[in-house]
């Protein structure tokens, strides 16, 4: 690698890539090529780390150690099957959650994520409620976000409700942090189309690439040799080229040598088919003579077709930034490529086509007649990598921790804690203990006796209430009216400004109530929920994390998924005492539960800003004999559905009780069935004759889900 552009004199940062796509342990694609070379580069000045995300696909853990070390990157392969979370939170969200608790006590100066499977959530969310990554710039890099290469596939999403998730966090990192990334103009005015919201900075700056290989010389492609580069799908162009091949005459045909295609094969959902078997089909159809190279990493496949002395062909219907036009234009590779996307900022004009049959045909009839574009291509690598180099030696982009903490410090805001109590009282007095072992003084607890029927209880709390010294604890009692009415009662006699609700039976942490105040003056936001733990009834208290069955991952107000699922957080959180008042508190109706996910709902409906810190402020007590594991699991959805149709037109209710949510159950049990059906085949408990009679189900249920 060559010394920094420009003889700059550039002060060593800690840097960390985190990305699910690398060259080497993957089948890479442009993520991946990009997370390579910029590793590459800034490892010529900067202490760099590659976090791996992704499956190693290709050799082992310890050769890809060695590999990088060898280039003076440290390497480390983070996998959320490898260290697992308890969770029942999407694959993705539990990644996130994992990369988090890596990354939150490292000292990196620079983190660059991807929008692409939203590694960055939870760094990210913490960057605005916890006191992590507050001398930490954290950057999204802009390549092909869920939602982006679901359109450019033309097809429906596979899983709804997890891919609806997806598409939202990695809005929400682009968003949120510190800087946004693009290679292309193009990306973010096709975001800003679909209306994402950016952080302040966001800039244009072409993807990394080796300065080393500077341009190999140009040749003549042999005449009639034609070669498909990009991954073998419809996004790619793959249909269209078939498709304008086809409508060439036989004489034109006769002049085509060899088409050859190179990328990994997809699933061409349009057709119902595979690649590779309608890509066989066409070209034995067409008499041409083809081959299929699907087991080339990127470098091998520039190293193919310079030695087929090919014409590249680009035929995508939607693109970005493509690495195919990089790598063809540093190789001497002559191309031609679809006007769409961001290629028409790399190419030059007489390189493109319009991306239809018509357009594409018309192309190729030009280079089978000899017309090969002579003009190069307009990217510099070492503008891109003066730009990358350039951005870490800026200030580091500070979090609003400090401030924040000293505001607190200064006005010291009164926080009210409520406590609804019913037939609790073997753990009154552990969550009281809790309480009193707070690192911030300036509350008070109200503890609503909601008409115990319970006489052990019933004592229990009178006990409490003659025998605490404590004038924070104020005791209160009602006659029974549900959770919801204990919590609105004790709303209704709070003094703060800032209420906190705990139920009696959960634990807080000794840090609950100061980073609940913190976060939520960080923010500047409404409510903000958590984290965290969950342990069995039968433990009296958690001592430590062994003790603790799951961890509960909210991720915030995503609000096109929070009508089936509780994305939200729990109703331990801390919420302004004039929001809640102004959405009318908690819902009192007794035959039903949910009142967190209902009230959290109602909030972000209204137009309050909820946020999410992802720290474990309490410990959950799991019981079997839990309200919300003993109602109508009907009624109580339609509690939730009942908050959307408040907000919403008229047709709100109907169209998400009849339609939306019977649609999401119907494909839930589904992809339930899909996922058992594979654990089955490849479980050691199930034997060769029940994986031959499976098999044949999990084959259509396979084609079935795609």
Request: hydrophobic residues 40%.
């Amino acid at each position: 690698m060559t010394p920094p552009i420009d003889g700059k004199t550039l002060a060593k940062k800690r840097v960390c890539i985190v990305t699910p796509d690398i060259i080497g342990p993957i089948h890479n694609g442009g993520i991946g090529t990009h997370a390579y070379y910029l590793a590459l580069e800034l490892a010529a000045v900067h202490d760099v780390t590659v976090l791996f995300t992704g499956p190693i696909e290709h050799q082992d853990e310890s050769h890809w150690l060695e590999f990088y070390r060898a280039r003076k990157i440290s390497f480390v392969h983070l996998n959320e099957v490898e260290k697992p979370v308890s969770s029942n939170a999407d694959w993705f969200i539990k990644r996130s959650y994992v990369v988090y608790q890596f990354l939150k006590n490292k000292d990196f100066d620079f983190i660059h994520f991807q929008e692409w499977q939203a590694n960055g959530l939870h760094c990210i969310l913490a960057k605005q409620t916890t006191p992590y990554f507050q001398n930490t710039t954290l950057t999204v890099d802009m390549h092909s976000s869920t939602e982006w290469i679901h359109e450019g596939k033309g097809h429906w999403v596979h899983w709804p409700v997890p891919d609806a998730k997806l598409e939202w966090c990695e809005r929400y990192c682009c968003q949120f942090a510190d800087i946004v990334i693009s290679p292309s103009q193009y990306m973010f005015d096709y975001c800003e189309g679909k209306k994402w919201e950016f952080t302040a900075d966001r800039r244009v700056m072409r993807n990394c690439f080796d300065r080393d290989a500077l341009q190999e010389p140009a040749y003549v492609p042999e005449e009639g040799v034609l070669v498909f580069f990009g991954r073998l799908e419809t996004r790619k162009g793959l249909e269209l080229f078939l498709s304008a091949v086809e409508s060439l005459s036989d004489e034109e045909l006769k002049k085509i040598n060899k088409i050859v295609f190179v990328g990994k094969s997809e699933w061409l959902a349009g057709l119902q088919r595979d690649a590779t078997h309608f890509i066989s089909e066409t070209m034995r159809t067409l008499g041409l003579n083809f081959a299929i190279r699907t087991d080339l990493d990127s470098m091998q496949a520039i190293d193919f077709i310079r030695a087929q002395k090919a014409l590249m062909i680009v035929p995508s219907i939607v693109d970005n930034y493509p690495y195919t036009i990089v790598e063809a234009q540093m190789h001497g590779i002559p191309v031609i490529a679809s006007n769409v996307g961001g290629i028409p900022e790399l190419l030059s004009e007489d390189c493109l086509f319009v991306p239809n049959t018509r357009g594409l045909a018309a192309k190729l009839r030009e280079v089978l007649a000899g017309k090969i574009p002579a003009s190069g291509g307009k990217y510099d690598p070492q503008v891109a990598a003066a730009a990358w180099l350039d951005i870490h030696n800026e200030p580091v982009k500070l979090g609003k921790r400090a401030s924040a903490r000293a505001k607190v410090e200064a006005e010291a805001p009164f926080v009210s804690i409520c406590v609804p109590y019913y037939n609790y009282g073997q753990y009154l007095e552990p969550m009281i203990q809790a309480l009193s072992a707070s690192t911030y003084s300036n509350f008070e607890v109200i503890i609503v006796n909601d008409g115990s029927t319970d006489k052990a209880s019933a004592d229990k709390f009178v006990e409490m209430k003659e025998t605490s010294t404590d004038s924070r604890f104020v005791f209160l009692s009602k006659i029974n009216g549900g959770i919801g009415a204990a919590r609105n009662f004790a709303a209704d006699n709070a003094k703060g400004d800032y209420l906190i609700f705990c139920d009696a039976d959960n634990c807080s942490t000794p840090e609950m109530i100061e980073e609940f105040v913190t976060a939520i003056f960080m923010t500047g936001g409404d409510v903000v929920t958590c984290n965290y733990k969950a342990f069995a009834e039968t433990i009296f208290w958690p001592e430590d994390d062994t003790k603790i069955e799951y961890i509960y991952l909210p991720i915030g107000p995503a609000m096109e998924v929070g009508m089936v699922a509780n994305v939200f957080g729990d109703a331990n959180s801390i919420m302004r005492k004039s929001a809640f008042d102004a959405i009318g508190g908690f819902q009192t109706e007794r035959h039903t539960s949910w009142e967190d996910w209902d009230i959290l709902a109602r909030f972000c409906l209204a137009g309050y800003r909820l946020d999410v810190c992802p720290e474990e402020l309490f410990w959950y007590r799991h019981t079997d004999a839990g309200f919300s594991r003993n109602t109508s699991f009907y009624q109580n959805h339609q509690r939730i559905l009942r908050a959307y149709a408040d907000y919403g037109p008229r047709y709100m209710g109907p169209m998400l009780r009849n339609l939306v949510v019977p649609l999401h159950y119907g494909m839930d049990r589904e992809h339930q069935l899909a996922n058992q059906l594979s654990r089955d085949l490849h479980s050691h408990r199930v034997g060769a004759t029940i994986k031959r009679e499976t098999k044949g189900l999990w084959k259509m249920a396979k084609k079935l889900f795609r």
